[in-house]
């Protein structure tokens, strides 16, 4: 992910963002071997080579962390309305960390953040098939004919989805519960599946990717996650 020069050096532990400008000013940073003198160039550290004094900069380490998003909260680095941005929750970490794939402005839950872009990409693409399982508290009581209609695959947009499986948690009377496991990631996918059967979604949590669950996590925290963790989201 490309970030301004000053800001990348800054958090390579180089020295602040406004010392960082001098530098930048003096002619001692290079980018792909090219001298940069003007503020606000933009480079990507993890394909880009950046030089500070002819030495590489530091690879930054490379993080994933598990965040409960709260609602109301929208999963871009920038909000042109000015909605509050899930990486402003990400108190005290000091990498660059960007939400992997999206979670609608309504929906909490289960959000992966990292710095690491190949991690992000493995985990979003369909190839892989990563499972994400949410709760969605619907309208009414979907009828066993209805659930088995979405686990077999609708017609969305004119393409079908693929299999997912469904199963009821709790009734409780003029809504119910349902566990969902799907591994597309379609704009509002779950939402758009229970209208689709005239069960309009009340509230959407996300709770687990492939088998790594929230667990005790409360709704806003953070938590950094293990490698072996990090596993378990693709089983
Ligand atoms: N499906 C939805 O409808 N919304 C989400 O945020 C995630 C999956």
Request: glycine content about 8%.
């Amino acid at each position: 992910m490309e970030e301004r020069l000053q800001k990348i050096l800054a958090r390579a532990g180089i020295c602040s963002r406004r010392q960082a400008e001098k530098l930048i000013l003096a002619g001692r940073v290079k980018v792909d071997g090219q001298v940069i003198k003007e503020l606000g160039v933009k480079a990507d550290p993890a394909q880009q080579r950046i030089e500070f004094d002819g030495k590489p900069l530091p690879k930054p380490t490379l993080v994933c962390y598990l965040l409960n998003k709260p609602r109301g909260y929208v999963t871009t680095m920038k909000d042109p309305q000015g909605r509050p941005i899930v990486s402003a929750l990400m108190k005290g970490v000091k990498e660059r960390v960007f939400p992997v794939g999206r979670l609608d402005l309504d929906t909490e839950g289960a959000l992966l953040m990292t710095n690491d872009g190949d991690l992000s990409q493995r985990i979003l693409h369909p190839s892989n098939e990563v499972k994400k399982t949410y709760l969605a508290r619907v309208s009414g009581r979907p009828s066993h004919k209805k659930l088995s209609e979405l686990e077999k695959g609708i017609i969305l947009d004119g393409k079908k989805t693929w299999p997912a499986k469904l199963r009821i948690i709790k009734s409780h009377g003029a809504s119910t519960t349902v566990e969902v496991v799907i591994h597309e990631g379609r704009k509002r996918q779950v939402r758009l599946m229970f209208a689709a059967i005239g069960h309009p979604v009340l509230e959407l949590k996300r709770i687990a990717y492939g088998k790594l669950g929230l667990g005790v996590l409360r709704v806003s925290e953070f938590r950094k996650l293990s490698a072996h963790e990090l596993k378990k989201v693709f089983k």
